[in-house]
Nanobody, 122 residues
């Protein structure tokens, strides 16, 4: 059974930094592109960042310059580092796995984590 479990969320002040982790199990990690989506209150889901099996990366417009995605094949985990957090970054962040290449759309994702809340507020 495939499982994606996020950790590292919480309350952060604007301008601060936060690191999210996604632990995976039940899949061949090296064959999946891994990514992050987020959903703010009252808004549709938004693509944030993704990394391919060959370590190529892709970022959503709102994440460029402030977000970094990485993967660790030994630990079978994917990470999202966020800097200079803004109130509009608030939302539930979900880890996603897609066989083969990166998906920037919700319907292209094969597996999802349950999500973890990030709140940016002073």
């Amino acid at each position: 059974q495939v499982r994606l479990v996020e950790s590292g969320g919480g309350l952060v002040q604007p301008g601060g930094s936060l690191s999210l982790s996604c632990a995976t199990s039940g899949l061949t990690f090296s064959e999946y592109a891994m990514g992050w989506f987020r959903q703010a209150p009252g808004k549709d889901g938004e693509f944030v960042a993704a990394i391919s099996p060959s370590d190529g990366t892709w970022y959503g417009d709102s994440a460029k310059g402030r977000f970094t995605v990485a993967r660790d094949s030994a630990k079978r985990q994917v990470y999202l580092q966020i800097h200079n957090l803004k109130p509009e970054d608030t939302g539930v962040y979900l880890c996603a796995a897609t066989a083969g290449s990166i998906s920037t759309t919700v319907n292209g994702v094969d597996y999802w984590g349950e999500g973890i809340l990030v709140t940016v507020s002073s």
